[in-house]
């Protein structure tokens, strides 16, 4: 690596030397542990070079959180594209988010886009955004790999019928050329025997990858990539990396280990310690929780996030295992005066906790009879009701000022 001294002198008094190495975004280069999976989409998918318009292929990647399905999606179609490039195949790989572009219309917006960035946001129905990406595709000789991660939440809000319309699409192209391929990305996503016809069905069960936790060595080796890349060097202790990595184990999650190291040097950094001993690793574990989903919760609009605080808080105060929605509310109205926001309508708080549990935020779920009458119950799926308060607690303040 080439040698930065302007970096250098600003990270003086810092153990950092490139912190955005330990950001969510960031997608190394080299990703220890998934060889294997990396191989087996490259297998999969090299027809789309080998032969291009002869087939579609549909693929399924699904894990649990942070074992690293985005990024190695992010990696694989990076090669995908620079292999197509090279052999002068134009290959557009396209990674829609699904949780953030949560229609149908917008995810296939956000595709059609690609080829035409100033088509109008609106006046179109998704078949027709649809079917004018097919006819920019052919009209241009152009193929599009189309990866809709976080595709489980989106499921769970609108169904499957984004996958059958999509499979649709290139079942209807028998004798023409196949345009789109297709990875799906989630946790699990459900696939619904209802909607898919049983031939797309076995082929996608088929075509389904799983990543699994990341065992403790496997994140020590990440982490340590990690370290020297975001790090002043001999500033991390060795047993850091051990203790980070022995905590992010119970999980599995690579997403976690990095954000514990991170904690760890920000914490050296407040007490001006030019070591990143154990102790701050531990430290940041009593402060952060790996199912508090940092990213799921800055994406929710303000007033969710007063919502969600407001549960976070009547949660806290009774101790329990959940709250009557009508608590919830009560706690609502208050926390709207500490914000100075004015109070949203019974429809659209009940709307917004539908949207929070869809997210797996919260959880809810219908009283027994005879407990105050019928009344939704709403709990915390994951997280501590305290660490989840302190964090939009932060994140609210930050924004006012
Ligand atoms: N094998 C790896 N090598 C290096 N970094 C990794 C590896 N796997 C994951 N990471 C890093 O860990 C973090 C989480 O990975 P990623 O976002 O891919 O998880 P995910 O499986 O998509 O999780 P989620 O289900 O929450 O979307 C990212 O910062 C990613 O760069
Ligand atoms: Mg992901």
Not at 22 to 38: A, F, G, K, M
Request: net charge negative.
């Amino acid at each position: 690596m080439v040698h930065d001294y302007v970096e250098d002198e600003l990270s003086k008094r810092s153990v950092f030397k490139s912190e955005q190495f330990l950001s969510i975004d960031y997608v190394p280069e080299n990703l220890p542990h998934r060889q294997n999976e990396l191989r087996t989409l490259a297998q999969n998918f090299k027809t789309l070079i080998d032969s291009p318009g002869q087939t579609s292929v549909k693929f399924i990647v699904e894990g649990p959180v942070g074992t690293g399905k985005t990024a190695v999606v992010k990696r694989f179609s990076e090669q995908m594209f620079q292999a197509a490039d090279r052999r002068n195949i134009r290959l557009h790989t396209i990674h829609v988010n699904c949780r953030v572009n949560k229609t149908e219309y917008l995810v296939f917006l956000r595709a059609l886009r690609e080829f035409k960035p100033e088509f109008p946001r609106r006046g179109h129905s998704p078949e027709e955004l649809l079917q004018m990406l097919v006819e920019v595709l052919d009209e241009e000789d152009r193929y599009l790999l189309l990866i809709l991660d976080e595709l489980d939440y989106f499921i769970r809000q609108r169904g499957a019928d984004i996958l059958y319309d999509l499979t649709r699409l290139t079942d209807d192209r028998l004798n023409a050329r196949q345009r789109v391929s297709i990875i799906s990305i989630g946790r699990r996503i459900p696939l619904d025997e209802d909607i898919l016809d049983s031939s797309t069905l076995s082929t996608l069960q088929r075509n389904l990858l799983r990543f699994n936790r990341y065992d403790r060595i496997a994140l020590y080796d990440i982490l340590r990539d990690r370290v020297d890349m975001a790090f002043r060097k001999d500033v991390v202790m060795e047993d850091t990396v051990q203790v980070v990595a022995d905590i992010a184990s119970a999980p599995g999650d690579a997403r976690y280990a990095i954000e514990l190291l991170w904690r760890a040097g920000k914490q050296a950094d407040r007490d001006m310690s030019s070591k990143v001993i154990p102790d701050y690793a531990r430290r940041a574990k009593a402060d952060t929780h790996p199912e508090l989903r940092k990213e799921v919760l800055a994406s929710l609009p303000a007033h969710q996030r007063i919502l969600l605080l407001s549960a976070a808080r009547q949660l806290r105060e009774n101790r329990g295992a959940y709250v009557t929605m009508g608590e919830v509310e009560e706690m609502y109205q208050t926390v709207c005066e500490e914000y100075d926001e004015e109070p949203r309508s019974h429809t659209q708080i009940w709307e917004w906790v539908q949207d929070l549990t869809s997210h797996g935020v919260i959880d809810t779920k219908k009283s027994g009879s005879g407990q105050r009458g019928q009344t939704t119950l709403i709990g915390l799926s994951d997280v501590p009701a305290d660490m989840l308060e302190g964090f939009l607690s932060d994140l609210l303040d930050d924004n006012d000022s």
